[in-house]
C-alpha cells in the first residue's frame, strides 16, 4: 500500500516552510540609518497625508517613511497605515514617471503583503496586482525586482490569490528574467516567486501554469548557487504532491535523472528536498516509481538510512515503504541493493516515527513479496524488532505489525511452526496474547486470529502445518498464497 503523508506531514512541512518562506519582508539594517534617517515624532496619519502630496519631494519623502516604518519595526504599523488610508495612495504611486518613487511604493505595498492574509487581500483589493505586473517591464532592474517580491507575498498567500496572480499573466514574463547574466539576488527572489507558483495542492496551480515552469526548473536546478537549488527542488517537491497526474508532467520533463544525485549532495538542505520530491514521485504508479529506481536512485540509501539527521533516515524509510509497496521486481531491488539490514536497524534503534515507517516497509514487503523475497527478510532478523513494537501506544503501528506476521505465517506452510517458534521465543506470542483484550476491534480480532489460527492447539494438531526438514533451512511451501487485498485502516 503506497502511502502519502498524515501526520508525519505536520512535522515534516514544518522544516520544509524554513527552506522557503511563504512570504518575506524586505528589511534594511537599521543600524546603518542615521537618527534622523526615520523621524519618530512624525505620525502615521502625517506620513499618509504627505505621501498624496503634490510636492514631489514631499510625497517621496513621506512614502520612504512609510515604507521604513514597514521595514524596520519588528511589529510594524501595517494596519495604522491600512486604516489611515495609504493603500490608494502607495498603488497611485506605483503608475507614478519617477521610478524611486514606483520603488518605494512597491517596497512598502510588499511589506503590507508579508502580513496576514486579511493584509494581504488589502492589497490586492486596492487594485496593486495587475500595476506590479506592469512593474515587471519597468526599464529599472530594482523596480523589476521589487514588483517580483511583491507579487511573490500575494501569491503566497495560498491558492485562491496565487490563481488569481496567474490568470492575471505572471508566469510568462516571470520566466523571462531568468537569463545566464541576471543578478544572482534577483534570481534568488524569481526562484522563491516559482516555488510559490507551485505551492499547494488544494487544488493544485493550473497544468498549463506547471507545463510552463518545469523547462525552467529544468535549468534552475543545474546551478551552482544553494539558495537557488534548494528553492528548485522544493517546487518539484510541490509539484509532484499534488497526485499521479502531476507526478507524470514532472516525470516526462525529464526531471527526475537530474534530481537523483542531489540524495548523496553535501548540503543537507539540498539532500532534505530531493527526499521529499523523489519520496512524492514513488508515491504514484508502479511505472513511476520505476523511473526512479532506473536513476540508480537506491544507491543513495545505504548513506541516507545512516544519516546523522533523523528527519533523514524517516523519510528515507518512507521512501522504501512505497518501493516494498511496488511489485515484486521493486521488492527485489531492495533486496538486491541490500537495503533490509538498514530497514530493520532503524526499526531497532531509530526515534519512534522513524520505526514507525519501518514498520510500513517490512510489512509492505510482507503483503508484496513473494515468498523468497519474505524468507529473506525473516532470514534478515526482522522478527524480535517487528514483534517488539507490539508493545507501543500507537493503534496504527501495533494493527500494520500484526498485518506482516499474519502474512509471513499465512506465507509459511511447512514451516509455519518454526516461524510460530521465532515468534514465541522472542517475546512475540505473550504480547500477540496481550492484544487480544485490546480496545480496538481490528486490533483485537487480528490477534485473536493469529492465535486461532498459528498457536492454537488445533493449530498443532492440523498436519498440513506440520513442518518439513529441508537441507537449505527456511522454506516457504510454494503451493502457499496470499490474498492481494490491501491494509485496511479504521
Same mark, same amino acid.
Given at each position: 500500500?503506497?502511502?502519502?503523508?498524515?501526520?508525519?506531514?505536520?512535522?515534516?512541512?514544518?522544516?520544509?516552510?524554513?527552506?522557503?518562506?511563504?512570504?518575506?519582508?524586505?528589511?534594511?539594517?537599521?543600524?546603518?540609518?542615521?537618527?534622523?534617517?526615520?523621524?519618530?515624532?512624525?505620525?502615521?496619519?502625517?506620513?499618509?497625508?504627505?505621501?498624496?502630496?503634490?510636492?514631489?519631494?514631499?510625497?517621496?519623502?513621506?512614502?520612504?517613511?512609510?515604507?521604513?516604518?514597514?521595514?524596520?519595526?519588528?511589529?510594524?504599523?501595517?494596519?495604522?497605515?491600512?486604516?489611515?488610508?495609504?493603500?490608494?495612495?502607495?498603488?497611485?504611486?506605483?503608475?507614478?514617471?519617477?521610478?524611486?518613487?514606483?520603488?518605494?511604493?512597491?517596497?512598502?505595498?510588499?511589506?503590507?503583503?508579508?502580513?496576514?492574509?486579511?493584509?494581504?487581500?488589502?492589497?490586492?483589493?486596492?487594485?496593486?496586482?495587475?500595476?506590479?505586473?506592469?512593474?515587471?517591464?519597468?526599464?529599472?532592474?530594482?523596480?523589476?525586482?521589487?514588483?517580483?517580491?511583491?507579487?511573490?507575498?500575494?501569491?503566497?498567500?495560498?491558492?485562491?490569490?496565487?490563481?488569481?496572480?496567474?490568470?492575471?499573466?505572471?508566469?510568462?514574463?516571470?520566466?523571462?528574467?531568468?537569463?545566464?547574466?541576471?543578478?544572482?539576488?534577483?534570481?534568488?527572489?524569481?526562484?522563491?516567486?516559482?516555488?510559490?507558483?507551485?505551492?499547494?495542492?488544494?487544488?493544485?496551480?493550473?497544468?498549463?501554469?506547471?507545463?510552463?515552469?518545469?523547462?525552467?526548473?529544468?535549468? /534552475?536546478?543545474? !546551478? *551552482?548557487?544553494?539558495? &537557488?537549488?534548494?528553492?528548485? %527542488? +522544493?517546487?518539484? =517537491?510541490?509539484? @509532484?504532491? $499534488?497526485?499521479?497526474?502531476?507526478?507524470?508532467?514532472?516525470?516526462?520533463?525529464?526531471?527526475?535523472?537530474?534530481?537523483?544525485?542531489?540524495?548523496?549532495?553535501?548540503?543537507?538542505?539540498?539532500?532534505?528536498?530531493?527526499?521529499?520530491?523523489?519520496?512524492?514521485?514513488?508515491?504514484?504508479?508502479?511505472?513511476?516509481?520505476?523511473?526512479?529506481?532506473?536513476?540508480?536512485?537506491?544507491?543513495?540509501?545505504?548513506? /541516507?538510512?545512516? !544519516? *546523522?539527521?533523523?528527519? &533523514?533516515?524517516?523519510?528515507? %524509510? +518512507?521512501?522504501? =515503504?512505497?518501493? @516494498?509497496? $511496488?511489485?515484486?521486481?521493486?521488492?527485489?531491488?531492495?533486496?538486491?541493493?541490500?537495503?533490509?539490514?538498514?530497514?530493520?536497524?532503524?526499526?531497532?534503534?531509530?526515534?519512534?516515527?522513524?520505526?514507525?515507517?519501518?514498520?510500513?516497509?517490512?510489512?509492505?514487503?510482507?503483503?508484496?513479496?513473494?515468498?523468497?523475497?519474505?524468507?529473506?527478510?525473516?532470514?534478515?532478523?526482522?522478527?524480535?524488532?517487528?514483534?517488539?513494537?507490539?508493545?507501543?501506544?500507537?493503534?496504527?503501528?501495533?494493527?500494520? %505489525?500484526?498485518?506482516?506476521?499474519?502474512?509471513?505465517?499465512?506465507?509459511?506452510?511447512?514451516?509455519?511452526?518454526?516461524?510460530?517458534?521465532?515468534?514465541?521465543?522472542?517475546?512475540?506470542?505473550?504480547?500477540?496474547?496481550?492484544?487480544?483484550?485490546?480496545?480496538?476491534?481490528?486490533?483485537?480480532?487480528?490477534?485473536?486470529?493469529?492465535?486461532?489460527?498459528?498457536?492454537?492447539?488445533?493449530?498443532?494438531?492440523?498436519?498440513?502445518?506440520?513442518?518439513?526438514?529441508?537441507?537449505?533451512?527456511?522454506?516457504?511451501?510454494?503451493?502457499?498464497?496470499?490474498?492481494?487485498?490491501?491494509?485496511?485502516?479504521?
Amino acid at each position: 500500500m503506497r502511502r502519502r503523508r498524515n501526520e508525519v506531514t505536520i512535522e515534516l512541512r514544518k522544516n520544509k516552510r524554513e527552506e522557503t518562506l511563504q512570504k518575506r519582508r524586505n528589511i534594511f539594517d537599521i543600524e546603518s540609518l542615521e537618527e534622523d534617517d526615520i523621524d519618530k515624532k512624525i505620525s502615521v496619519e502625517e506620513i499618509v497625508r504627505n505621501s498624496a502630496s503634490s510636492n514631489p519631494e514631499i510625497q517621496l519623502n513621506a512614502v520612504q517613511a512609510a515604507r521604513k516604518l514597514l521595514s524596520s519595526d519588528r511589529n510594524p504599523p501595517i494596519d495604522d497605515l491600512i486604516n489611515a488610508g495609504i493603500l490608494p495612495i502607495l498603488v497611485n504611486c506605483l503608475c507614478s514617471e519617477n521610478p524611486t518613487l514606483q520603488f518605494e511604493a512597491t517596497w512598502a505595498l510588499t511589506n503590507i503583503a508579508s502580513g496576514s492574509s486579511r493584509q494581504t487581500k488589502a492589497v490586492v483589493d486596492a487594485q496593486a496586482v495587475p500595476l506590479f505586473l506592469q512593474l515587471l517591464l519597468s526599464p529599472h532592474q530594482n523596480v523589476c525586482e521589487q514588483a517580483v517580491w511583491a507579487l511573490g507575498n500575494v501569491i503566497g498567500d495560498g491558492p485562491d490569490l496565487r490563481d488569481y496572480v496567474i490568470n492575471l499573466g505572471v508566469v510568462g514574463p516571470l520566466l523571462t528574467f531568468i537569463k545566464p547574466n541576471i543578478p544572482i539576488s534577483f534570481l534568488r527572489n524569481i526562484t522563491w516567486v516559482i516555488v510559490n507558483l507551485c505551492r499547494s495542492k488544494d487544488p493544485p496551480p493550473p497544468s498549463q501554469t506547471i507545463s510552463e515552469i518545469l523547462p525552467a526548473l529544468n535549468v /534552475l536546478i543545474h !546551478h *551552482s548557487d544553494i539558495n &537557488i537549488l534548494v528553492d528548485t %527542488v +522544493w517546487a518539484i =517537491s510541490y509539484l @509532484t504532491d $499534488g497526485g499521479n497526474d502531476q507526478i507524470q508532467m514532472v516525470v516526462d520533463s525529464g526531471i527526475v535523472s537530474k534530481l537523483i544525485p542531489l540524495l548523496s549532495h553535501k548540503e543537507v538542505k539540498v539532500q532534505t528536498a530531493a527526499l521529499r520530491a523523489v519520496g512524492n514521485i514513488v508515491t504514484g504508479t508502479d511505472e513511476q516509481t520505476q523511473v526512479v529506481l532506473n536513476c540508480d536512485a537506491l544507491s543513495h540509501f545505504p548513506e /541516507l538510512l545512516s !544519516h *546523522s539527521k533523523e528527519k &533523514i533516515c524517516k523519510e528515507a %524509510v +518512507w521512501f522504501l =515503504s512505497n518501493i @516494498t509497496a $511496488g511489485n515484486q521486481h521493486q521488492v527485489q531491488q531492495v533486496i538486491d541493493a541490500n537495503l533490509l539490514p538498514h530497514i530493520i536497524r532503524n526499526l531497532v534503534e531509530g526515534e519512534f516515527q522513524t520505526k514507525k515507517e519501518a514498520a510500513w516497509a517490512l510489512s509492505n514487503l510482507t503483503l508484496s513479496g513473494n515468498r523468497d523475497q519474505v524468507a529473506t527478510l525473516i532470514q534478515e532478523g526482522v522478527i524480535p524488532p517487528f514483534c517488539d513494537l507490539l508493545a507501543c501506544n500507537d493503534n496504527q503501528v501495533i494493527q500494520v %505489525v500484526l498485518d506482516g506476521i499474519n502474512n509471513m505465517l499465512r506465507m509459511a506452510g511447512p514451516q509455519v511452526e518454526g516461524l510460530a517458534n521465532m515468534i514465541e521465543e522472542c517475546g512475540g506470542l505473550d504480547k500477540i496474547e496481550a492484544l487480544q483484550n485490546h480496545e480496538n476491534h481490528d486490533i483485537y480480532k487480528l490477534a485473536f486470529d493469529i492465535i486461532e489460527n498459528y498457536f492454537s492447539e488445533d493449530a498443532e494438531d492440523d498436519p498440513n502445518l506440520m513442518p518439513q526438514a529441508t537441507e537449505t533451512g527456511f522454506q516457504f511451501d510454494p503451493n502457499t498464497s496470499i490474498s492481494s487485498e490491501g491494509f485496511k485502516f479504521e
